[in-house]
């Protein structure tokens, strides 16, 4: 065959495969695109979570207060319970089963409107109780008695069962019940399965003291009426608030035992 027949082909020519294989090693060669990098080769910042809120222990102080007396007796309890550090007092009432024309009559002075009635089924958010009432006849006046019977649901399935309880009572006389009105009110915590806490004498020396009529025993803080003019001495507001710290400490220690 002549020249340029075209039957064999040119030595210039690169083969196709060699130019395939630059191709494929170029490519490996290649960044990687930023999409396809490897999950989890740059550190990962997690979020901040939401700030952590303590949440402080509940001690209700429920009173019935006629005359003011058990009500002085409740507020300075209080500034015992709020100086403890995670523990803060809630006052609550209970309410009044005497008509409006009765109190009247009997002088009995307005309540105070900030101070909310409490209702039985609220009882259960508190960590620890202090109940307070004057004596009528060495038990609890029956506006506090009535409260208790309205719990008949919390008795029955034992929703207050281990709580801590304590009492501060008032009284007419010296021999007016300061202890009486106080135990005759256990049964009330017997049968709700609640655990009593009295002060005993770890107030210490106050609770020896001859100089001076005051009200309060080992069962709790206590205040004399007398006739209702008299109202609660220094000795007396102590005494109460010592038992709002002391029920407090109490409280913690059960709670975070």
């Known amino acids: 065959m002549g020249k340029g027949g075209g039957c064999f082909p040119s030595k210039k020519k690169q083969p196709t495969v ?12 290649a960044p990687l695109p930023t999409e396809e990098k490897i999950e989890g080769s740059e550190e990962v910042v997690e979020p901040a979570g939401p700030p952590v809120v303590e949440t402080k222990l509940k001690i209700f102080i429920v009173f019935y207060s006629m005359y003011g007396h058990v009500e002085a007796l409740a507020k300075q309890m209080k500034k015992g319970v709020d100086g403890t550090d995670g523990v ?21 002075p307005p309540k105070d409107p900030s101070i909310p009635e409490i209702s039985a089924a609220e009882l259960v958010e508190a960590d620890g109780i202090l109940f307070g009432f004057p004596t009528r006849y060495g038990c609890m006046a029956a506006q506090m008695k009535a409260f208790f019977d309205s719990t008949g649901q919390l008795w029955r399935e034992q929703k207050l069962a281990g709580k801590p309880a304590g009492f501060f009572v008032s009284t007419g006389t010296q021999g007016g019940g300061q202890e009486t009105t106080a135990w005759t009110a256990l049964t009330q915590l017997t049968h709700h399965g609640m655990l009593f806490v009295p002060i005993g004498y770890t107030f210490g020396a106050g609770m020896f003291k001859m100089d001076e009529i005051r009200g309060g025993s080992p069962y709790g803080a206590g205040v004399f009426a007398g006739d209702g003019t008299r109202q609660p001495s220094e000795a007396e507001l102590s005494l109460a608030e010592y038992q709002g710290k002391y029920m407090a400490s109490i409280v913690k220690k059960l709670v975070h035992t």
């Not at 803060?88 to 009995?108: C, I, W």
């Open 18 to 29: 060699a130019s395939d294989q630059a191709i494929t090693i170029a490519d490996r060669n």
């Open 88 to 108: 803060d007092g809630v006052l609550y009432r209970v309410a009044e089963t005497l008509p409006s024309d009765v109190l009247e009559k009997m002088y009995a």
